[in-house]
C-alpha cells in the first residue's frame, strides 16, 4: 500500500546509502510530495559540512518544479537557503516533506533547516525520529506552532513500523552521541563464508569502502592481518572531494613489530601498535579475520559484511556462535552490503 | 532521481516479492501513476489464475481514487474487469501505468489487460520487457494503435537499465517456455557458510518456501539428505489459499531405499527414486547441501539462497568454485533470500 510508511521508509533506504558516511552528523534521508501527490525528489545527507538531506531534496524539487539550472551548481548549504528562499516563493506552500529525522534548529555549518522550511511555507512534515541531539533538537515543535502538520512516527501507531526502521538508521550516530565512539567491525567474505584467497569484493564495493576511510577517526587492524596482507589501508579508491588516509591502531602481541607495510609509508597518517584493545574514541572501523571479531564482539557496535556472490574452495578460518538482526541490506553492483547489529545475550 | 526508472524498478521490486511463486505464469509488476504523477497502486501478481498485475493495481488504484470499497472483495479477474469497465468512467483517462511485461492479449484464464486498459482509457504505457510468449504478445501495438503513448524500456536508451532488470525477472518463465523445465536449487546457510545444525531459517522464510513448494512439478533431493534429515517435505506453512504437496525426485546410488521417511506418507504425492538425473519437466525445486549443488550445477537455472544472519560452529561442507551473478536480494524479517544466476564459464 503506497501511504505514509511507502514514503518514509523510501527515505530511510536512501539514507542507508551513504550510513556512516556522514558521521558524525546522522544519516538522513528525505522524500517530497507536491500538492498533488507527485514525488518532486528523494535525497540523502552525503556527508558532514555538506547540505542536510531536507535541503538537497528542496533543491532537486526546485529543479524539478522549474527547470531553472542556476540552483544545480550549488553546493554549499547557505547558497541553496538563501537561493530558494529568494527564488521559491510559493511554489513549496502545499508540499508535503518526508525525512527521517526531525529538522535540525541548529546554526552550526549550515543554517537550520527547520527555519528553511518555515520560510518556504511547507504544509506537511512527516517524520520519522526524534533528534536526540540537545544542541539541535526542537524543529518539530518550532515548525509546529507556525502552522505546519507534523506527523510523527514515533507517536503514530501505523507508522511504527518506520519509527523503528528510522531508530536504528540512527545507530552509528546515537553510539557517538552517547558513549563519544560508534565501533563498526568490517569484513568480506563469499556465499560460502570463505575470507581468504585475495581480493573478494568488486571495484563498487572497494569504492564504499573506502569512502568509509575517509571518515574514519581509527582504523583498527590485527598484527598477524598486517604481517600476512601486507597492506596499505588508505584511502585511494574514494569518490569523495575530501581524501584522508585514517590513521591505524595494530592490536598484536609482539614485541618489535616489524613496521615494514606499505601503511606504514602513507604520509599525514598516525599509526599505533597495541598489546591490548585500547578505550577508543569517535569512529572506529575495525577491518579483519572472525579472530579479531571473536575478540572485539562485546565492544563493537554495528557488523558490515560485503559478500559476494561466489563459492570457493578457499577454507574458512574457525568460527564462533553469534547472532545478529539484520538492519539493512543493500545491493553494490554484484556484491551484497549487510549491515547487521550484535544481539548482546542476556 | 525520480523517472520512469524509478518507477519500473518499484515495479519490479514489487514483483521479485512472488517470484517463481506465479509459475507457469511470469512473475509481473504494476505501478500506476494518476494525471497529476501521484502514485495510486503498488502491485504484483500473485498466483497463475490470479488477477494479473496490472488488474490488481487498478483495482487498488480505483479503491483509492473512489473509496468504494465494493471493489475490495473481488477477487476473480474477470469480476474486476467487469466492475472496472461499468465504474471506473473516465477515472483512469490520463493516469500513467507502469509495467513490467507487456500487457497480455490472450484471453487465457483471466480476460486480456490489453482490452482493459483500452476501455479505461489509459494514457500513457511504459513496459519493461516485451512478451516472450506468442500467444499473449502484441498488447503493446494493440495500445499504440489506439491512441496510448507506449514507451518501451528495451528500444529506449534511458530505460537500459530497467530493461535488463525487467528481463532479469522473467529468467523463470522464460526457461519455462523455452526449455520446457526451470530449475531452481535452494539452501539456507548462516552467514559463515555454515548449513548444518538444524532449522536455520525463520519462520517467515519457511512460509516463503512452502509457498513456493506449492506450485512445483517436482522437489528433488538426494537420497542422504533423507536419510540424515528424515524431511516431510510438505507445503504445510504455507500462506497461499491452495495447498499442494509437491511430488518428490530421490537421486541416490543406493539400492533398496529404505522408503521410512515421513516424505513418503504425505498423501497425493508421487515419490520416484531414481539413480541418475532425469529429463526434467516444469518447475523444479533441488533442495539440499553443497555436494548436490556441485552435481546439478550445469543443469540449474538458478540459485536461491535464504542467509540467516549467524556466525555458528558448525562445520560447512566441502566447497567448489563458483561465481553467480545477484539477480536480486530481499529481506525475509531477519533472513535474507538472495537471487542467483549461475556464471557458466565459457
Chains 1, 2 share one sequence.
Not at 80 to 96: R, V
Not at 121 to 150: F, M, S, V, W
Amino acid at each position: 500500500m503506497v501511504d505514509d510508511n511507502f514514503y518514509l521508509e523510501l527515505a530511510i533506504k536512501e539514507a542507508w546509502k551513504t550510513q556512516c558516511q556522514t558521521l558524525p552528523n546522522p544519516a538522513v534521508g528525505a522524500l517530497i510530495l507536491d500538492h498533488n501527490g507527485r514525488i518532486l525528489a528523494l535525497q540523502a545527507h552525503q556527508e558532514a559540512g555538506k547540505p542536510h538531506a531536507e535541503v538537497l531534496a528542496l533543491k532537486e524539487a526546485y529543479f524539478n518544479l522549474t527547470q531553472d539550472s542556476n540552483i544545480l551548481p550549488l553546493e554549499q548549504s547557505i547558497q541553496i537557503h538563501e537561493y530558494l528562499k529568494q527564488k521559491a516563493h510559493s511554489l513549496f506552500h502545499n508540499a508535503t516533506l518526508y525525512v527521517t529525522l526531525e529538522p535540525c534548529m541548529h546554526e552550526g555549518k549550515t543554517p537550520s533547516c527547520a527555519a528553511l522550511l518555515e520560510s518556504l511555507g511547507i504544509k506537511k512534515l512527516i517524520i520519522g525520529t526524534k533528534d536526540p541531539n540537545p544542541k539541535a533538537q526542537g524543529g518539530a515543535e518550532y515548525l509546529q506552532q507556525r502552522g505546519c502538520k507534523i506527523i510523527k512516527a514515533w507517536e503514530n501507531k501505523e507508522l511504527q513500523k518506520s519509527s523503528i526502521l528510522a531508530n536504528d538508521l540512527l545507530l552509528p550516530f546515537n553510539s557517538l552521541q552517547k558513549k563519544g565512539n560508534f565501533i563498526l567491525f568490517k569484513y568480506a567474505c563469499r556465499l560460502n563464508g570463505s575470507i581468504n584467497g585475495g581480493q573478494i569484493s568488486s571495484k563498487e564495493t572497494q569504492i564504499f569502502m573506502h569512502n568509509l576511510r575517509c571518515k574514519l577517526d581509527e582504523l583498527v587492524i590485527s598484527g598477524k592481518s598486517v604481517l600476512i596482507d601486507n597492506p596499505i589501508l588508505d584511502s585511494r579508491f574514494n569518490s569523495l572531494q575530501s581524501q584522508k588516509n585514517p590513521n591505524i591502531t595494530i592490536l598484536t602481541r609482539k614485541n618489535d613489530f616489524p613496521q615494514t607495510a606499505p601503511l606504514f609509508s602513507i604520509p599525514n597518517r598516525q599509526v599505533r601498535i597495541l598489546h591490548s584493545i585500547p578505550n577508543f574514541s569517535g569512529f572506529i572501523m575495525c577491518e579483519g579475520g572472525i579472530n579479531l571479531l571473536q575478540n572485539l564482539l562485546p565492544q563493537i557496535d554495528m557488523l558490515l559484511v560485503f559478500l559476494s556472490p561466489t563459492l570457493s574452495t578457499y577454507d574458512l578460518a574457525p568460527h564462533f556462535n553469534a547472532n545478529f538482526k539484520l538492519l539493512h541490506s543493500q545491493p553494490i553492483r554484484n556484491d551484497l552490503a549487510l549491515w547487521l547489529l550484535p544481539k548482546k545475550e542476556c
